[in-house]
T-cell receptor, first 121, second 112 residues
Framework: GAGVSQSPSNKVTEKGKDVELRCDPISGHTALYWYRQSLGQGLEFLIYFQGNSAPDKSGLPSDRFSAERTGGSVSTLTIQRTQQEDSAVYLC???????????????????FGPGTRLTVL | KNEVEQSPQNLTAQEGEFITINCSYSVGISALHWLQQHPGGGIVSLFMLSSGKKKHGRLIATINIQEKHSSLHITASHPRDSAVYICAVSARRGGATNKLIFGTGTLLAVQP
């Protein structure tokens, strides 16, 4: 079956331009996460979606970052007025559901996409 | 101090050796994850555990909730095990997300 896909795989942009990154989660997965992996910071959480709503946006580094999810499926992460420090690999992950039930106490395995490597010149 | 600490940061082993990577955390968790990332590759979930021990092939993961510590063991290591191994926790916060908090990773190189 298809895993999590992300596009583009690579994006080079000029400082000040806006970029959109796309994530297609595994079909049927209701939880979707965006993470960022940069050389200086390692992996860090950005935003979480349950269905189309985003109950946790605590990791977004500034108001230049926003994300949406439509139809409980595809998500886009938008970075406005990109800066050089935005250069990183942006990873998307999805899981079946997130909630306080089940044998795992509500925690499900997260399946990661291949990432989008963003380079801001 | 990071909420998730891993050791060692770098590890070089000879093929066939038994390998242990350690992870300590300071927050209450609902689960601990071990992830693998090959150079230039994506991230793969190896284990998710909240108690005890899990085994998959040559990989074994253990967790001690009281001590807030987990270990990842690789038996009979092989060069193809060379990768970054990342410990991550799903922090237990009432009603909040199971977002992952990551350790800094352990870069493992297994030499033939």
């Amino acid at each position: 079956g298809a895993g999590v896909s992300q596009s583009p795989s690579n994006k080079v942009t000029e400082k000040g331009k806006d970029v959109e990154l796309r994530c297609d989660p595994i079909s049927g997965h209701t939880a979707l996460y965006w993470y960022r992996q940069s050389l200086g910071q390692g992996l860090e959480f950005l935003i979480y979606f349950q269905g189309n709503s985003a109950p946790d946006k605590s990791g977004l580094p500034s108001d230049r970052f926003s994300a949406e999810r439509t139809g409980g499926s595809v998500s886009t992460l938008t970075i406005q007025r990109t800066q050089q420090e935005d250069s990183a690999v942006y990873l998307c992950a999805s899981s079946l559901h997130e909630g306080l039930g089940g044998t795992s106490g509500g925690t499900d395995t997260q399946y990661f996409g291949p990432g989008t490597r963003l380079t801001v010149l | 101090k990071n909420e998730v600490e891993q050791s060692p940061q770098n590890l070089t082993a000879q093929e066939g050796e038994f390998i242990t990577i350690n992870c300590s955390y300071s927050v209450g968790i609902s689960a601990l994850h071990w992830l693998q990332q090959h150079p230039g590759g994506g991230i793969v979930s190896l284990f998710m555990l909240s108690s005890g021990k899990k085994k998959h092939g040559r990989l074994i993961a253990t967790i001690n909730i009281q001590e807030k510590h987990s270990s990842l063991h690789i038996t009979a290591s092989h060069p193809r095990d060379s990768a970054v191994y990342i410990c991550a926790v799903s922090a237990r916060r009432g009603g909040a997300t199971n977002k992952l908090i990551f350790g800094t990773g352990t870069l493992l190189a297994v030499q033939p």
